[in-house]
């Protein structure tokens, strides 16, 4: 019956993908009052908000869902028309979309905006009771036969093509983007460095996004970035997009089987209450090392009292708001590919022998999302490193599990300009230490949590550098 069950959702999963196929062919109490000069823009601005949800019965990145919650999880985002191809930003409530998987959303939401995927960013806000795609593990499991488990793509297929669709029914809706908006402000006790180090310079204990240890919690915040930016899109004096960025990981409490955005998409529901005339999208920055440890010992009220904090900065930002004119001329996008080198301790022989034998540590180090990076890298994949100019303001969209030195260190390039970055872009790499992390060790540098090895940063930096220049 096992066998005959297995073949079934075999099948399945390869109608799913056929079908796949086809499917790709009001202004706020609280809003700043500085005044505006007129301007004329031929900009328009359209968005898109979609619920991103599994169904119950399907698989998370840990566990089956086995109920829903008062907020479930959302696809949303903007496409920006009238300098040059439209140019797509998208944020899901996932864990991470990798390897294929990434390739495929950025092809679709392309082809549903009239662009072309290099000027497409999808990136996971990454909570952890959530899904993950990665059709390129998909693709390994099916051709050994074996489970699919979390890589079932069917729900995230689903959404891909709702996505598409939600797009083109919001062009025809765009409306008159004539403003770019820039706050920042400070969030207090949310972020902390996960990585407390000894007095040997080396990795002593990991304080992660829950820490029940008072010893770990007593600790210093560490390095963080406490800022949070904020970009807005205006029709004269009407907000019509809210875009946030803040480096953490998004967890108060997970493994809970049921969906829920944690307490980054509380924070965006606040805000989406406060100013409900404009869409909010939130993105994760460079959050790899970094987590709500030291104010998080895993009690549930956590989850609201992180959030408010996370919301009363999303408020202030808001509230310090300065917009300016925004014209197409004052608009471009840029994008640097680079070939991210592999970490030592990938090698496709062992990987292939533990799927073949169904070992089941294979699983347990995430096998085949790192035996699907390693045979892209090998096949001369490239990923996409991508800036949006707004006027003053430069966005960073950036793969994978970043350390917040990357946002830091872009940030300090260019003090003259604001600077904000989105991370977990494509997932495939995992987290992306600094050359200095992986000589001092620690969870995230180590096998199996990393896929790439410390000549990274030196060529992501290259790539940053290379995009702020302008």
Known sequence: MSQRLGAVRRELAFVIIILSVWCWSGLGADSPKSPIPAARSELSLAVFDIDATPFIGSMMAYDPVTNKWDLGLRARGLVLLGAGKPIVLCAIDWIGIANEAHDAFRRALAEAAGTVPERVAVHSVHQHDAPDADFSAEKILLEAGLPLRQ??????????CELQEAI??????????????LGEAKVEQVASNRRILGPDGKV???????CKDPALRAEPEGTIDPVLSLVSFWN???PLAVLSYYATHPQSYYR???????????????????????LHVHF????GN???????????????????RLADGMRRAWESTQREPLTAERVSWGVQPVALPLAKDLNEAELQAALKANDPRFFLIGGPTRLAWLRRCLAGHRIDIACLRLGSARILHMPGELFVEYQLAAKAARPDLFVAMAAYGDYGPWYIGTAKAYEEGGYEVSPPA???SPAAEAVLLGAVRKLLAD
């Open 236 to 238: 004269e004096d009407r």
């Open 168 to 181: 083109r029914m919001a062009l025809p809706r765009a409306q008159p983007l004539t403003h770019v908006g």
């Open 256 to 278: 809970t089987g049921v969906p829920n955005p944690d307490f980054p998409g509380l924070a965006r529901f606040l805000r989406q209450l406060a100013v409900p005339a404009a």
């Open 151 to 160: 890589f079932d793509g069917g729900h995230q297929r689903a959404t891909l």
């Open 204 to 210: 002593r204990a990991v304080r992660y996004t829950t």
């Open 450 to 452: 990393s896929n790439v």
């Open 284 to 287: 994760t920055g460079a959050g």
């Open 290 to 308: 970094i987590g709500a440890g030291k104010y998080n010992d895993g009690a549930q009220e956590n989850r609201k009292i992180l959030a408010e």
